[in-house]
């Protein structure tokens, strides 16, 4: 779960993130079971063989689902938020990238040795990759050979970047019309960068889509379970599912729609599936805020058993 590491040094490191959520885990659930212990045991024995054996009956009790959703949204916050500042952390690398070969480049054609040059670039800031040349002159400084610091140093940045990166190392060997083309190169990179940005935004449009599809799901939902709970005061008609059934049908099947909406938003837009972890929290938040808030429709109490729960 680490990212970019080096020798403890790290741009993002996964593990507060992770503790944070176990802590918010154990606290969530322990404040729920504080506060709302008496509707949470109640909505946990309601239970419903939604699917067939060997898988034992789910909760479906609204009090239940509410500690549930709870829990959930406390505990995941976290992860979602180091999805989030992942992707900006990536996006910040590769705005950098050009400018930092352009820089090295241009210091090597100015007639200064590599060291210099390193030198005069770890003055700078370039952002995420301040960790890369950090690394780099501490290990030129150690008399470590160019070729392999550069190899080492590459480790602190992600996989994706290393090619591009690689025009450094190049440059070390070649000089002349060889930097001169690489510095065209660079000037490529950085103008298919800009593409790639303005890519991204576009492609934020269909995260909105996804969100718009959860949310009438959500809507949709609210509107089967005021039917349902019409019909279970009916005397003409009598539903095949009782009211809390279908309540817990479309909680749990919209929380696998949301995240698989949100993973996949995440994968359209950042090309990593770990990137749809903040769009995932965000549309599961909405998908069973929304079916719990569904009751009020029929005047039911939230942390009641007046109909639904």
């Known amino acids: ?17 992770v503790y944070a959520s176990i802590v918010l885990f154990v606290v969530s659930s322990i404040l729920v079971y504080i506060f709302l212990r008496k509707p949470f045991e109640e909505g946990l024995s309601v239970r419903s063989q939604l699917f067939p054996p060997p898988i ?29 500042k992942r992707y ?22 100015s007639g200064m040795s590599v060291g210099e040059t390193i030198e005069i670039m770890s003055k700078r800031n370039y952002g995420p990759l301040n960790i890369f040349i950090r690394t780099l ?26 090619r591009y990166l690689i025009l450094i190392r190049e440059s070390y060997k070649a000089g002349g019309v060889s930097l001169e083309l690489a510095g065209r190169i660079a000037s490529l990179y950085a103008a298919i960068s800009a593409l790639d940005e303005l890519r991204e935004s576009n492609l934020k449009a269909y995260a909105y889509v996804l969100a718009m599809s959860v949310l009438i799901y959500s809507l ?7 039917l349902s709970g019409s019909m279970q005061s009916s ?6 599912l009782r009211p809390e059934e279908v309540l817990g049908i479309l909680y749990y099947t919209g929380l696998l729609l949301a995240f698989i909406s949100g993973v996949f938003a995440g994968k359209l837009i950042t090309g990593e599936a770990s990137g ?25 109490h939230i942390l009641g058993f007046h109909g639904l729960g």
């Open 1 to 17: 779960m680490r990212l970019f590491r080096r020798r403890g040094e790290e741009i993002l490191n996964a593990r507060p993130y």
């Open 56 to 84: 034992p009956p789910i909760p479906i009790g609204k009090g239940f689902l509410w500690g549930l959703t709870i829990i959930l949204s406390l505990g995941t916050l976290p992860i979602a938020l180091y999805s989030r």
């Open 88 to 109: 900006s952390v990536i996006r910040g690398l590769e705005r950098q990238v050009p400018i930092l070969i352009r820089d090295f480049i241009g210091l090597l054609r």
């Open 137 to 162: 002159l501490t290990l030129t400084r150690a008399k470590v050979p160019f070729e392999d610091a550069f190899e080492r140093a590459v480790k602190t940045i992600p996989k994706r970047l290393i």
């Open 220 to 226: 949709g939902s609210g509107a089967i379970i005021y």
């Open 235 to 240: 005397k003409i008609v009598k539903p095949v």
């Open 276 to 300: 749809g972890l903040w769009y995932a929290w965000l549309y599961i938040l909405l998908t069973t805020l929304t079916v719990l808030f569904s009751g009020k429709l029929m005047s039911f």
